[in-house]
């Protein structure tokens, strides 16, 4: 029987897959804690590819966090958010980021089939959009921050102890 946490475990498999697939074509490189980067700039979508170190994502430009995007990391890749969203996402700690422009990758993806992946991909991207979604609407203050409690509680040591307790609010 296939349990709703094997589900998930496929569909971060199926990130990781599509991450490995796609690394021969990726220039990585290595960029200080507190660098930023756009998912929509100069009338570009960009996607980001994080192969070491972690990132806080956030919108808008007085920044509201968003969430975490850790390795094997990545984001934008849909190309889905609104320009008009101005998310980015902001190194942590030294970290090794690889960025192409949405069209390229789409592009890439279709040249080597990798639809595949790419869905299951976009299938753990909604999943996690609408569990965030749901927790953040809770009924009552106590459960939005329990949930949000558990999350971080999920996340990696240097990720978990990194964000205080005041920022769940918008995490």
Not at 6 to 35: C, H, M, N, W
Request: charged share 20%.
């Amino acid at each position: 029987m296939v349990t709703e946490s094997d589900k998930g475990k496929d569909l971060s498999q199926a990130t990781a897959e599509l991450f490995a697939e796609l690394i021969p074509y990726l220039q990585f490189r290595t960029v200080p804690a507190g660098s930023r980067f756009h998912l929509y700039e100069r009338g570009e979508f960009y996607c980001y590819f994080i192969r070491k170190g972690w990132f806080k994502t956030f919108h808008n430009d007085e920044p509201v966090l968003i969430g975490t995007l850790s390795v094997p990391g990545i984001i934008g890749i849909g190309g889905a958010v609104p320009s008009e969203a101005r998310m980015f996402i902001q190194a942590q700690d030294e970290s090794e980021i690889a960025v192409s422009t949405v069209a390229e990758m789409h592009a890439l993806i279709d040249r080597l089939e990798l639809w595949e992946p790419m869905a299951k991909h976009f299938f753990r991207m909604t999943n996690n959009l609408y569990v965030k979604s749901t927790m953040l609407t809770a009924p009552t203050s106590y459960e939005i921050l329990r949930h949000q409690l558990m999350e971080l509680m999920k996340e990696p040591p240097e990720i978990r102890e990194n964000i205080p307790a005041a920022q769940l609010h918008s995490a």
